[in-house]
C-alpha cells in the first residue's frame, strides 16, 4: 500500500508542476469533442436518412435498408468506421499528450505529428479489432481513458430490465460483465502499446495480456481503486462544504444569494473538472508504467512557450465562461414547466393486472394526466387492451390475441402481482375511462398477422372518440406513425424509440424515448420542431428530476404516487442549495 500511496504521489507532483497543460490538453479535447464531432456525426446521420427518406435506424428496418439502400448502408458503414478511427484518434491525443507533458515535450506542432504517425501505423485489418475493443473493453476502464464520445455508447436501460427478469439471462449477464472486467483489465495496455510503440492491434493485445498477468493484475487495479476512492473523497468534501455554505447563503436578498449561488455552481464545476482531468492523469501514469515509456528523473518546471501559454489560458477561460453561463441558465431556467405524469400500463406500484379495468380504477386516484394502454387486434379484427403478444406469462395460454376471437379474450382471467382481472376490450376500457373522466395514451402494437386495413379499421372505430377526448396515440412500428397520420392528420401521435442515433426527424407530433438514452440535444431538437418528448420508462426519483431538468414533456412510469411526490418536491423545492444539490447528485452526465 504505501508503495501505491508513494507512486500516486510521484504522479500528483508530475500534475502539480504541468496542471495547466493537463487541463488545457483535457478542456480542449473535451470542446472539440462535444462541440464539432458529436454534433456533426449526428447531422451527417440525420442527413444521409433524411436524403433517403428513411426516418429512423432499428431492428425494424435494418434488413429493408441493406436490401433497398444498399447505398446508404455502405455510407453508414463507412461513417462508423470513421467514427473508430476518430475515438482512437481521441485516446491518441490524451495519451501522446500526457507522455509530452509529463517530459517538459509539449508542442502543438509534435503532438499532432505523432498522431499523424500513430494513424499511420494503424492496418484495415486492425478497425474491426478496434471496434470490438472499444465496444466491449474500454467502457469498463472509463475511469482510465475518459471520452464524451464513448460516454454514448451504452446499453439501454429497457434491455437490461428485460434481461434481469430471467435467472437464466441475469446470470448470463453477470458473465458477461465478469468476463468484460477481467478482460478490460488484462487488455488495458492495448491502446498505450499501438500508440507509443506502434504495435499492430492484435500483437498489442497479445502483449497487453502478458504483461498484466498474476501480481501485475492485482498491482494495478488496486492502485487504480486507490485513486478512485482518493478523489471520490475529496469531490464528495468540497461539494459538501459548498452545498451547505449555499444553504447558509439562501437566507440573503434574492439578488445576493442567486449571484453566490453561481459562483458556487461555477466552484462546483471547476473542481469536479480539475479532480476528473487529475484521476485522468494519475490513472493513465498508472498503467503506462510497466510499458517504460516515462523518464521521471526531472520533475522540475519548464518555462512553457509563449504560443503554448496563450492558448492553454484561452481554453481555460473559455471553460469557465461556458461553466458560468451554464450556471446561471440552470439557476434561472429550472423553473420549468411541469412535465405531464403517465401511467406505464394503467399500473401504479403493482397495484393490479396491468391493462386492466379494475387497475385502472385504483391508478386514476392518484389522477395521473394520462393512462398508457396497448393495444393488439384480434381474430376478428376488434381490438383488445394488453401488452404481450402471448397469453402464457399472464394466463398460462400459449396462445396470441391474434389466435382468438374478442369474445374469447374477454373471457380469459390474467393474474399478476397477486392481482386478476379479465381482459379487456378496447370499448369497455374507453367506456371505463370515460366515467374516470381519464385521458388515454394509446399504444398500438403490430404483429405480421395483423390484418392489411388494421389502421383504417382503428381510425373508423376510434378516431373522431380519440380526438374529441383528447387523447394520444403512440406505437413502435413506424408503419404506424406513417399510415395513421395519412389517413387522419388530427390524431395526435408519438412515435416510440427505444434509442436514437440522430436528431429528431419524422412525421409524429412526438417522440417516447427510453430515457437511458435520452438526451438534452434530441428534447432541444424536438422541441424546437413543437414536438413533445416523453421518457420511458422511469421509476427511480433520482431519474424522474433529471428528467425534468432536462425539461421533459412528461414521464412515464410504473410508479405514479412516486412521481406525483417528485414532481411536487421539483415545485416546492425551489432554494439555490437545492438546484445547486440536484445539479451534483441528479446531472452529472449532462455537466461534463
Known amino acids: 500500500m504505501k508503495n ?3 507512486k500516486i504521489d510521484m504522479y500528483s507532483k508530475n500534475f502539480r508542476i504541468h496542471w495547466l497543460e493537463y487541463v488545457a490538453l483535457f478542456i480542449g479535447i473535451d470542446i472539440f469533442t462535444q462541440m464539432l464531432i458529436i454534433p456533426l456525426f449526428r447531422y451527417v446521420t440525420t442527413g444521409i436518412l433524411k436524403a433517403s427518406a428513411i426516418p429512423f435506424v432499428s431492428y425494424q428496418n435494418i434488413v429493408t435498408i441493406i436490401t433497398t439502400h444498399t447505398g446508404v448502408a455502405l455510407l453508414l458503414i463507412v461513417e462508423l468506421v470513421i467514427l473508430l478511427l476518430v475515438i482512437y484518434g481521441v485516446f491518441a491525443l490524451i495519451l501522446l499528450g500526457i507522455r509530452e507533458i509529463s517530459q517538459n515535450q509539449f ?7 505523432e498522431l499523424w504517425q500513430t494513424y499511420r501505423s494503424v492496418r484495415v485489418g486492425s478497425i474491426l479489432l478496434l471496434g470490438l475493443y472499444f465496444l466491449l473493453i474500454v467502457p469498463f476502464a472509463d475511469m482510465v481513458y475518459r471520452t464524451p464520445l464513448l460516454a454514448k455508447v451504452q446499453i439501454p436501460e429497457f434491455i437490461l430490465d428485460f434481461m434481469t427478469r430471467n435467472i437464466w439471462l441475469v446470470s448470463g449477464l453477470i458473465i458477461f460483465y465478469l468476463l468484460a472486467f477481467i478482460f478490460g483489465i488484462r487488455l488495458i495496455l492495448t491502446l498505450p502499446l499501438m500508440i507509443y510503440q506502434e504495435k499492430k492491434t492484435w500483437i498489442a493485445m497479445k502483449e497487453s495480456w502478458k504483461l498484466t498477468s498474476h501480481k501485475n493484475w492485482w498491482t494495478l487495479l488496486s492502485s487504480l481503486l486507490v485513486a478512485g476512492i482518493c478523489v471520490s473523497v475529496i469531490l464528495v468534501s468540497c461539494n459538501l462544504i459548498i452545498y451547505f455554505c449555499q444553504l447558509g447563503l439562501d437566507h440573503l436578498p434574492e439578488k445576493l444569494s442567486f449571484s453566490f449561488a453561481i459562483f458556487n455552481l461555477l466552484l462546483v464545476q471547476v473542481i469536479s473538472e480539475l479532480m476528473v482531468i487529475w484521476i485522468s492523469v494519475i490513472s493513465i501514469l498508472i ?50 414547466q411541469r412535465p405531464v405524469t403517465i401511467s406505464h400500463r394503467g399500473v401504479s406500484d403493482k397495484n393490479g393486472v396491468q391493462n386492466t379495468i379494475p387497475a385502472l380504477e385504483k391508478t386514476a386516484k392518484l389522477h395521473p394526466d394520462y393512462v398508457e394502454i396497448d393495444l393488439h387486434e384480434t381474430k376478428d379484427n376488434q381490438f383488445v387492451v394488453m401488452h404481450d403478444e402471448n397469453l402464457k406469462e399472464l394466463a398460462g395460454i400459449n396462445k396470441t390475441p391474434k389466435d382468438l376471437t374478442l369474445k374469447q379474450l374477454t373471457r380469459i382471467t390474467l393474474h399478476e402481482d397477486g392481482h386478476q382481472a379479465k381482459i379487456a376490450s378496447f370499448d369497455q376500457y374507453l367506456k371505463a375511462a370515460k366515467k374516470l373522466n381519464q385521458k388515454l395514451l394509446i399504444e398500438v402494437k403490430t404483429t405480421p398477422n395483423d390484418s392489411p386495413k388494421m389502421l383504417q379499421n382503428f381510425n373508423q372505430k376510434y ?10 396515440v403512440q406505437s413502435l412500428d413506424y408503419r404506424v406513425i406513417e399510415g395513421l397520420h395519412q389517413i387522419n392528420p388530427k390524431l395526435f401521435v408519438l412515435y416510440i424509440q427505444p434509442y436514437n442515433f440522430t ?20 428534447i432541444w431538437q424536438a422541441q424546437l420542431q413543437n414536438k413533445l418528448v416523453y421518457a420511458w420508462t422511469v421509476n427511480s426519483p433520482q431519474m424522474m428530476m433529471k428528467m425534468m431538468y432536462d425539461n421533459v414533456n412528461g414521464i412515464i412510469t410504473d410508479r405514479l404516487a412516486e412521481l406525483n411526490e417528485t414532481v411536487k418536491d421539483f415545485e416546492d423545492n425551489r432554494s439555490y442549495a437545492n438546484k445547486l444539490l440536484n445539479f451534483i447528485l441528479i446531472l452529472p452526465d449532462d455537466n461534463k
Open 4 to 6: 501505491i500511496f508513494r
Open 107 to 113: 508542442s502543438l506542432k509534435l503532438l499532432f505529428k
Open 287 to 336: 498503467v503506462v508504467t510497466p510499458l517504460n515509456s516515462f523518464k521521471w528523473e526531472d520533475q522540475k518546471k519548464v518555462k512553457s512557450k509563449k504560443t503554448i501559454k496563450i492558448v492553454d489560458s484561452c481554453l481555460i477561460i473559455v471553460f469557465v465562461l461556458a461553466a458560468g453561463i451554464n450556471s446561471a441558465l440552470y439557476l434561472k431556467g429550472a423553473d420549468m
Open 463 to 472: 378516431g373522431k372518440l380519440i380526438i374529441k377526448r383528447k387523447y394520444q
Open 503 to 522: 436528431y429528431p426527424q419524422s412525421v409524429a407530433d412526438g417522440y417516447s424515448m427510453e430515457y437511458s438514452t435520452l438526451n438534452n440535444d434530441f
